[in-house]
């Protein structure tokens, strides 16, 4: 049981260096290994604040989150404003308009758009030079043998996803499918 992180969509999502931002997390803590050395985020959970974190940690500059969300949720803030505090600029109702690549073809920097008088508009700010951008946008529910089994699912606004909502008799769902990250 599980859930499958969801990339956002954007001009040029497909740039070598733009990755979905639990796999640029696996690759640091679990091989050592850098896939950027200045990293974007894009988030609209506060996975992708952690991940920041998990960036600056292993030495990896990241001049910007852009969360897609106007007002994050209050775990976000709270991580928002210790990035702040390491000069992380982190832009609320903000996201990727579109990506740019380099002579080699990987990213090289991002436009912004932004969500202002009920409608997305492009910044009129330069590009942000980045050479990774890591996404954590939302989750889809690793939900398929449930509803085999006949599981009804509901949306649930507070877990932004799909959650089992009735069970057949005698099956249990846990953790991410259900909409719980955390390991509390």
Same mark, same amino acid.
Request: proline share 6%; charged share 15%; with cysteine.
């Given at each position: ?33 850098? &896939? ?40 976000? !803030? ?10 992380? !600029? ?30 997305? !508009? ?38 932004? !996803? ?6 057949? &008799? ?15």
């Amino acid at each position: 049981q599980g859930a499958f992180e969801q990339p956002a969509v954007f001009r040029n999502n497909d740039l070598p260096g733009i990755m979905l931002a639990s796999g640029a997390q696996r690759l640091m803590n679990r091989y050592a290994v850098a &896939p950027a050395s200045r990293v974007g985020i894009l988030g609209a959970n506060v996975h992708a604040y952690r991940a920041a974190l998990d960036a600056r940690a292993a030495g990896l500059d990241v001049p910007v989150v852009l969360d897609l969300r106007e007002k994050p949720g209050p775990q976000s !803030q709270v991580l928002a404003e210790t990035l702040r505090g390491q000069g992380v !600029q982190v832009l609320n109702g903000t996201a990727v308009y579109a990506a740019h690549g380099g002579r080699e073809g990987a990213i090289d920097a991002i436009e912004l758009v932004e969500w202002r008088a009920g409608a997305w !508009q492009q910044s009129p700010g330069d590009a942000i030079a980045v050479d990774g951008l890591w996404m954590s946008v939302g989750f889809a529910p690793a939900d398929t043998l449930l509803r085999q089994a006949g599981t009804k699912m509901r949306y649930d606004a507070g877990a932004c !996803q799909f959650v089992p909502d009735t069970l057949p &008799p005698g099956l249990f769902a846990c953790g991410k499918v259900n909409g719980m990250f955390d390991l509390a």
